[in-house]
C-alpha cells in the first residue's frame, strides 16, 4: 500500500514559524497530486495548499503568502514552509496525495496520520 508520514508539528507563537515534512513511501509508480490539509476542533477539513503534476500550485487565501508548498529533488518529501502564523492556523495537518499504484487496484487517494500546529497568541 501506500503511507504518508508527517512530521515538523509543535507549539510556536503567533508571528513564529514552522516547517512540516511529508515523506512518501509504499508501491507507488507516480503521483498525480499531493497537498496539506487541515482540521481545527468543531471545524470541517479544509485544504491548505496543494500540488499537482506539472508544478502547478494552489493556496487557500487565508495562508496565501504566507505558506509554501514544495517537493525535494528526489521527489519522496512534502514540505509545507508555514510563517507568519497565527492563532486561527492552529489545526491538525494533514498530508493528503492521488497516486497511482504499482498494483493495479491500489491507487488512488491517501492521508497520513496528521500532526498538531499550535499557535499561541
Known amino acids: 500500500q501506500v503511507q504518508l508520514v508527517e512530521s515538523g508539528g509543535g507549539l510556536v507563537q503567533a508571528g513564529g514559524s514552522l516547517r512540516l515534512s511529508c515523506i512518501a513511501s509504499g508501491s507507488i509508480f507516480d503521483i498525480n497530486s499531493m497537498g496539506w490539509y487541515r482540521q481545527a476542533p468543531g471545524k470541517q477539513r479544509e485544504s491548505v495548499a496543494t500540488?499537482?503534476?506539472?508544478?502547478?500550485?494552489n493556496y487557500a487565501d487565508s495562508v496565501k503568502g504566507r505558506f509554501t508548498i514544495s517537493r525535494d529533488n528526489a521527489k519522496t518529501t512534502v514540505y509545507l514552509q508555514m510563517n507568519s502564523l497565527k492563532p486561527e492556523d492552529t489545526a491538525v495537518y494533514y498530508c493528503?496525495?492521488?497516486?497511482?499504484?504499482?498494483?493495479?487496484?491500489?491507487?488512488?487517494?491517501?492521508w497520513g496520520q496528521g500532526t498538531q500546529v499550535t499557535v499561541s497568541s
Open positions: 493528503a496525495a492521488n497516486v497511482v499504484g504499482i498494483r493495479a487496484g491500489t491507487g488512488g487517494d491517501y
Open positions: 500540488w499537482r503534476r506539472g508544478g502547478m500550485t
